[in-house]
């Protein structure tokens, strides 16, 4: 089976290749897992773009992985979210050492062979 791409096709896979990581990192706790895995799933649109996951070891820890285009996306995302604007400043209360306990850290991709910068 031939697969086609048009070059905007082509083009847009490297620039997501390329895009920047935001990796969010926090610990619920115990007591509230259960309330933030609810609101998780009541706000499926919440999580559009990102990856969820809670670390099987240390129950409570999750982390979020979005990606952003440039550094301009990136801040602003990384401010929406840090800000506790449009609705996250609910789960703040469910995280140990509220809106402190959220760290957040923006990623670029490392690739065998390039320079660095």
Same mark, same amino acid.
């Given at each position: 089976m031939r697969h086609r791409y048009s070059m905007g096709a082509v083009r847009f896979k490297y620039e997501e290749l390329k895009a920047l990581i935001l990796f969010c990192e926090y610990t619920v706790?115990?007591?509230?897992?259960?309330?933030?895995?609810?609101?998780?799933? !009541?706000?499926?649109?919440?999580?559009?773009?990102?990856?969820?996951?809670?670390? !099987?070891?240390?129950?409570?820890v999750f982390v979020e992985l979005r990606r952003a285009r440039d550094e301009a996306e990136a801040v602003a995302k990384k401010k929406e979210r840090l800000d506790g604007r449009s609705g996250w400043q609910e789960m703040e209360a469910w995280v140990k050492k509220g809106r402190d306990g959220i760290r957040m850290w923006t990623f670029a991709p490392v690739t065998a062979g390039e320079a660095a910068d």
């Open positions: 706790l115990d007591e509230y897992r259960p309330l933030f895995l609810a609101w998780v799933r !009541r706000d499926p649109s919440r999580w559009s773009d990102a990856e969820l996951a809670e670390n !099987r070891e240390q129950p409570g």
